[in-house]
């Protein structure tokens, strides 16, 4: 894992002393909220429905269990008592007072935390796999690059004040994206070329929003050393090029959208042929320095374990075999397994984590994964580096916690944004929809005959639910005051892209629910064999037969 | 006394310090209870009152608004949900049912 050097500490601890003089000069009102907003937002700090929320950010995903300790003990003696992990692996506290925020700065700097550029028109968190550096498909750890792309980007002078926010992702993983890099302002794959060489692929302009685009290759292959020349490249572009009259127009995808990607590839090159000079590349001391934060840690020499791991899906104790069976993730190293901890619990929240369930995790990582744990995009935290022979003991902590659900991947593994409840920007409430959802198909079995599913919740068009690529999408929307949803089908995050597809008309909020259950049924009914999934059944037959079932009425009683 | 749905205006913001939901009293003060609220006869009448917190009480309250409002024999009902929800708080659980530890107030 990345440690500061002097340089990242200076940096971050004289941000959290501006800030301070900054909330004290709001508090004494000698600036107004109209000049304080830009500063705040800067840090991280939005104005919600009931109270401030601070968004904390988690480069690519990565928590130490000291990171983790210190994220407990903020929620316990700044906020309520919890906290939540966001859709893009930061966490968030919904409930901070202003005068606390700069002693919460002050002692997440105390561990290398911040909350710098999780908000505004700047590059914000670069997300990754939350199965990097231990995944068996990877090419290459991404982490080191997504790191030297963080610090590239924190305080880039160049890029303060970009028309809208600027999302990056990247994955080591050519053969399946777990970091939805097509849905990115700038995606970024690690990829070999017919050489054998590896490098990088860059697409540009995806985006989700309330305009859905799938991104598009610029380049198909960059040599390592040019990364950084190449981003600022496409940045200094859309700083030139996007628009800036109108926010609803300003992303990227817009402008990539407007120009045609040839048009727009044209311009990259040009304005990288112009400004890249040897001063800009990437010197190979600074890569290897980097790379030598993310060695693999002290693996123990073992069986592979997958005898054992496949004695343990079969356990007589169920709900161990199952969670092992749904939750655990092979991992590159024998005897190694990820553990995907589901913060998925029935009648919470999706992504709220308490203080003390904090704290125990952060033993569970030292006790468990080498101190380390990752957040993921999915509202989850992942334990990178389990040994399959403690696996019982961990399952057995995790059920002590209420963490242990098995349903990582299933249906009720949601992912779902604050929505109506927090959200100053939402239409449409997501949480209870989602905890209803939960309910209503909370029988393991029936989980595992539905097989991979991924339901997707969105409070508002901003899409923070990810709405526009779940299997089933659902939209938050108002109609003239009274919350209706909308129901999509079809979305996919990954290689195999997609956007959902709208069903047809909203439903009411007693009726939506339903009618999730009536396109699951339907589906049973569908598909072709247990193997075939629901998004392969979507793609196979349409929306039609699902929109017949979503929208049937039931027959009226006989009088 | 108000007839029960009658549509009233009062205005709302945020208490600068704390970020909680803030009302204009009758005494041009500002507190938490929605029921203590200053009513509006329309939108219009709420626009002065507004237009002062933002020139004059920013440092007590940040961002100033006017909403509408039922009036009736509960009291004062905000019209949209966004509102009731600003109101009474979020509508499902706020933190985890800890044993050994007491469930803070919304």
Redesign the interface.
């Given at each position: 894992m990345y440690k500061y050097d002097a340089y990242d500490t200076r940096i971050i601890r004289e941000r959290a002393a501006q800030f301070r003089g900054q909330v004290e000069r709001r508090l004494s009102g000698e600036i107004t909220e109209d000049e304080f907003k830009p500063l705040r937002l800067q840090n991280g700090l939005y104005m919600q429905l009931h109270a401030y929320m601070l968004r904390v950010a988690v480069p690519y995903g990565l928590l130490s269990s000291k990171q983790l300790r210190k994220l407990a003990h903020v929620a316990r003696t700044y906020d309520k008592g919890y906290a939540h992990v966001t859709t893009r692996q930061n966490f968030q506290y919904n409930w901070p007072s202003l005068e606390d925020v700069p002693k919460i700065l002050d002692e997440l700097a105390d561990v290398e935390m911040h909350a710098v550029q999780t908000s505004g028109n700047c590059v914000r968190n670069v997300t990754s796999d939350p199965f990097a550096g231990i995944a068996q498909d990877e090419l290459e750890d991404p982490r080191p690059w997504a790191e030297i792309m963080r610090q590239w980007s924190t305080f880039h002078p160049e890029f303060a004040a970009l028309p809208r926010k600027f999302k990056i992702a990247i994955t080591g993983a050519p053969g399946e994206d777990r970091a939805a890099v097509k849905f990115h302002d700038i995606g970024v794959r690690i990829v070999k070329n017919a050489a054998g060489e590896v490098g990088f692929e860059i697409l540009a302009g995806g985006g989700m929003g309330r305009t859905p685009i799938i991104g598009q290759v610029v380049r198909e292959f960059l040599p390592k050393e040019q990364l950084l020349g190449y981003l600022e490249a496409i940045l200094r572009v859309y700083n030139l090029s996007g628009r800036r009259d109108n926010k609803y127009k300003a992303r990227i995808k817009i402008l990539v959208t407007a120009l045609g990607i040839e048009e727009f590839r044209r311009l990259v090159e040009e304005e990288f042929a112009a400004s890249y000079t040897p001063d800009l590349e990437l010197p190979v001391g600074e890569i290897e320095r980097v790379k030598a934060f993310f060695l693999p840690p002290a693996y123990e020499s073992l069986p592979d374990g997958a005898s054992q791991l496949a004695a343990f899906k079969l356990a007589p104790e169920r709900r161990f075999g199952q969670w092992v069976t749904n939750n655990t993730v092979a991992h590159k190293v024998p005897g190694y397994a990820a553990a995907v901890i589901s913060i998925k619990t029935k009648g919470i929240p999706p992504g709220d984590v308490s203080d003390t369930q904090l704290d125990a995790l952060a033993d569970l990582a030292d006790r468990f994964s080498m101190g380390l744990a990752t957040t993921t995009h999915t509202q989850n935290l992942v334990l990178p580096d389990v040994k399959i022979s403690e696996l019982p003991q961990l399952f057995a902590a995790l059920e002590n916690l209420d963490l242990a659900e098995a349903n990582y991947g299933k249906l009720t593994d949601l992912i779902t944004c604050p929505g109506l409840d927090y959200c100053a920007l939402a239409n449409a409430r997501s949480i209870p929809l989602s905890l209803e959802i939960s309910e209503r198909f909370d029988r393991i079995d029936y989980l595992n005959d539905i097989g991979d599913i991924a339901i997707k919740i969105s409070g508002c068009i901003n899409a923070c639910g990810h709405h526009h690529v779940g299997h089933i999408g659902i939209l938050g929307i108002d109609k003239k005051g009274v919350e209706a949803y909308q129901l999509q089908l079809g979305g996919s995050p990954g290689n195999d892209a997609s956007i959902g597809k709208i069903l047809g008309p909203a439903f009411a909020e007693d009726e939506i629910v339903d009618a999730v259950e009536k396109v699951i049924v339907k589906y049973l009914e569908l598909r072709d064999s247990a193997e075939e999934t629901f998004l392969q059944t979507v793609r196979r037959v349409g929306l039609e037969p699902f929109k017949q079932a979503a929208y049937e009425k039931a027959p009226a009683a006989a009088e | 006394m108000q007839h029960k749905g009658a549509t009233h205006w009062i205005v709302t913001a945020?208490f600068?310090?704390?970020?909680?939901?803030a009302y204009l009293r009758e005494d041009g003060s500002w507190g938490q209870k929605l029921a203590e609220s200053r009513l509006f006869a329309d939108e219009e009448a709420t626009k002065p009152l507004v237009a002062l917190a933002q020139k004059t009480q920013?440092?007590t309250v940040?961002?100033p608004y006017g909403i509408d409002v039922h009036v009736g024999e509960s009291g004062i009902e905000p019209?949209?949900?966004?509102e009731s929800?600003?109101a009474l708080?979020?509508?499902?659980?706020?933190?985890?049912p800890?044993s050994g530890?007491e469930r803070?107030p919304?």
């Open positions: - | 945020n600068t310090a704390s970020g909680a939901v920013q440092f940040s961002d019209v949209t949900k966004r929800i600003r708080g979020p509508t499902t659980p706020i933190r985890r800890d530890r803070l919304v």
